[in-house]
């Protein structure tokens, strides 16, 4: 048997004091199985995919044992859960084994989930079905590919053992999750809310020589903090709203200063369009249904900024005025970055005023008919480059999944009228058709993580213990702005009994 490779391990956050974190070894599992290596983020990390998924490898992944150089911990964080404020959370089922420094240059969490119970458990069991496993492995590895900032999946592994939840004993399973760090707004917290400036200002440091070392050079660098991490969230969510993705529960302890996406509990992407859209099956007063995230954003932004206060400036008033004005900002970056994007998927380059109009009519028409999100603007891409039809080309691109609800938003007198508009202010771009058209399809993703097919792959698994479907789905999400009549199955919306309209936490 080939020996454990000796990876970069390089523990920074283990370095600081024993208040951030309780050391914590993973609790082996009987009998972990493979399921599935992510080959390119194992290279990218240093990490040799073949040895990741031989038995030594798995044994690695299911917590059973323990790299050298990996210093285990489970950190500890508050946070905000639901508007409530819960002094004490942390990480209950998750095991932080180190941090990788990757071909790339950069610092890379490498933290085991599923792995077993630690001080912040709460009672819980620490483990995790296989059901939540996959759907975080799928979600994740879509947002990548999407290119929205996010933590990765490097690998899942069945347990062999089951674990105990609302529907039953279900099959357990670990993910091994790879993020810039896993420092969330919740972690400033814990230490504010117990007055503890002193472990505040080492942990803002930490944040700002691992994410936003330019800071360091500002006049008054936890300030800066502040500023750039307003800025990433702005960007977040900007790009979560233009993919109609849904986070379920955008707590202060799901955010990460690290400007990632994190936590795919019970998240969803958007099939029919809806402001008020709510998938978490726990969120039951909507508060982080589609259209408010980027409000609630800016409330956790606002809880950030008051946990910063004590080390903003030495005068009160002064930290108080210059927080309240960095995290002013957020509406009008958050708009600009929105702007951006939602007039890139619809064509257009260069903002006009009657833009925001043109695109509010569209979502007004779309929320009417109940079209579906993410075809509807795959199909303006493919109107792109059209004649004057109102109808999609018989191109062989989405034509086949044009089916239900887009179509009768397309057959709309009032679509018409919308039709003609966007076609008038497409006229004044600069490019040709079929270069705006090409970057049309650039932007508008043809394959999203639809919720049905996602339960469609945990029921194979789950039940039958076949994971073709997963692979399956994974790969396919891997080219999510590519489309071929063959791939027809991915896109289509679902049909109504198909349509999963609740999603549920793995806790």
């Not at 117990?194 to 330019?214: C, E, G, K, T």
């Not at 993705?245 to 990632?260: A, K, R, Y």
């Not at 509010?360 to 075809?375: I, R």
Request: some cysteine.
């Amino acid at each position: 048997m080939k020996p454990p490779p000796v990876l970069p391990f390089d523990n920074s956050y283990a370095r600081l004091p024993p208040q951030f974190y309780a050391a914590q070894l993973p609790t082996p599992v009987s009998a972990p199985g493979l399921i599935r290596i992510n080959h390119a983020l194992a290279h990218q990390l240093g990490i040799d995919p073949m040895w990741l998924q031989s038995a030594a490898g798995v044994e690695i992944i299911a917590g059973n044992s323990i790299l050298a150089g990996a210093e285990p911990i489970a950190t500890v964080y508050a946070g905000h859960q639901f508007g409530g404020w819960n002094p004490q959370l942390g990480d209950g089922r998750a095991i932080l084994l180190g941090e990788l420094i990757g071909r790339d240059g950069l610092r890379y969490d490498l933290q085991l989930k599923g792995a077993g119970r630690t001080p912040y458990s709460r009672g819980g069991d620490g483990r995790s079905p296989l059901g939540p496993v996959l759907r975080e492995y799928i979600v994740s590895e879509a947002m990548a590919a999407l290119g929205v900032p996010t933590s990765r999946a490097l690998a899942a592994v069945t347990s062999g053992e089951t674990v105990l939840r609302e529907q039953g004993m279900l099959p357990g399973a670990v993910l091994a999750r790879v993020a810039q760090s896993h420092i969330r707004i919740g972690t400033l917290q814990f230490f504010a809310a117990r007055q503890d400036n002193d472990s505040l200002r080492l942990l803002a440091d930490h944040v700002i020589d691992r994410h936003y070392p330019a800071a360091r050079a500002a006049e008054r660098p936890y300030l800066a903090l502040l500023e750039l991490a307003v800025s990433g969230q702005a960007s977040l969510m900007a790009q979560w709203q233009s993919y109609g993705f849904i986070h379920g529960v955008m707590n202060t302890d799901n955010m990460l200063l690290s400007g990632e996406t994190i936590d795919y509990g019970p998240c969803a992407f958007m099939d029919s369009y809806h402001p008020d859209t709510v998938y978490s099956y726990i969120d039951r007063g909507g508060r982080y249904a589609y259209g408010k995230q980027p409000t609630i954003a800016h409330w956790n932004l606002v809880q950030l900024a008051q946990a910063l206060l004590p080390i903003l400036h030495v005068d009160t008033d002064q930290a108080l005025a210059s927080a309240q004005a960095a995290v002013n900002t957020f509406s009008d970056l958050f708009l600009a970055a929105y702007r951006q994007r939602m007039n890139a998927k619809l064509g257009l380059s260069e903002y006009m005023e009657e833009d925001d109009l043109l695109l509010q009519d569209l979502l007004t028409l779309m929320a009417d008919h109940e079209a579906d999100f993410t075809l509807t603007f795959r199909l303006l891409a493919d109107l792109g480059n059209a004649s004057s039809s109102s109808d999609p080309p018989e191109s062989g691109n989405l034509q086949p999944a044009a089916a239900g609800n887009v179509k009768q938003l397309f057959a709309l007198p009032a679509f018409h009228g919308w039709l003609e508009r966007w076609r008038k202010r497409l006229a004044l771009e600069q490019s040709d058709a079929a270069t705006l058209q090409t970057n049309m399809y650039a932007v508008n993703p043809a394959i999203i993580a639809r919720n049905h097919l996602v339960e469609e792959v945990i029921v194979a698994a789950t039940n039958d213990q076949n994971f073709k479907p997963f692979h399956a789905l994974v790969d396919r999400l891997a080219a999510p702005f590519s489309y071929a009549p063959e791939h027809a199955y991915y896109a289509y919306p679902p049909r109504p009994e198909q349509i999963v309209a609740r999603t549920f936490c793995g806790t």
